[in-house]
């Protein structure tokens, strides 16, 4: 599986904008996808995943009602609709794919299999 993301940016606080990941490869052994994001000095972390079949969605506390993840089954390409930005949304942003079954929601690292390569999201005060 081969993950490209795109869609990184400059924008000021409290706008938006849409990160795209599009799986080619052997996508029908894909489980779940996810992002992730990590910030200068700081580890990486879970932002939001969607499972590849039933849609379920999870996001951590700091993004929940402000991005969403979403999925173009015809497309295999999964985007992250990022709105009402922060300062501390900046970040590099990485897609995940999962290959293995796991309980939802999967939110370590170590639990996907395929990395894209992450966009950089910058985001002024």
Not at 19 to 32: D, H, K, N, P, V
Not at 41 to 60: H, L, P
Not at 79 to 96: G, H, I, P, R
Request: hydrophobic share 35%; charged share 20%; glycine share 12%.
């Amino acid at each position: 599986v081969q993950l490209q993301a795109s869609g990184g940016g400059l924008v000021q606080a409290g706008g938006s904008l849409r990160l795209s990941c599009e799986a080619s490869g052997r996508t029908f052994s894909i489980y779940a996808m996810g992002w992730f994001r990590q910030a200068p000095g700081k580890e990486r972390e879970f932002v939001a995943t969607m499972s590849w079949s039933g849609g379920r969605t999870y996001y951590v506390d700091s993004v929940r009602g402000r991005f969403t993840i979403s999925r173009d089954n015809a497309k295999n390409t999964e985007y992250l609709q990022m709105n009402s930005l922060k300062s501390e949304d900046t970040a590099v942003y990485f897609c995940a794919a999962g290959a293995k079954p796991s309980a939802f929601p999967r939110t370590i690292p170590t639990l996907y299999d395929y990395w894209g390569q992450g966009t950089q999201v910058t985001v002024s005060s």
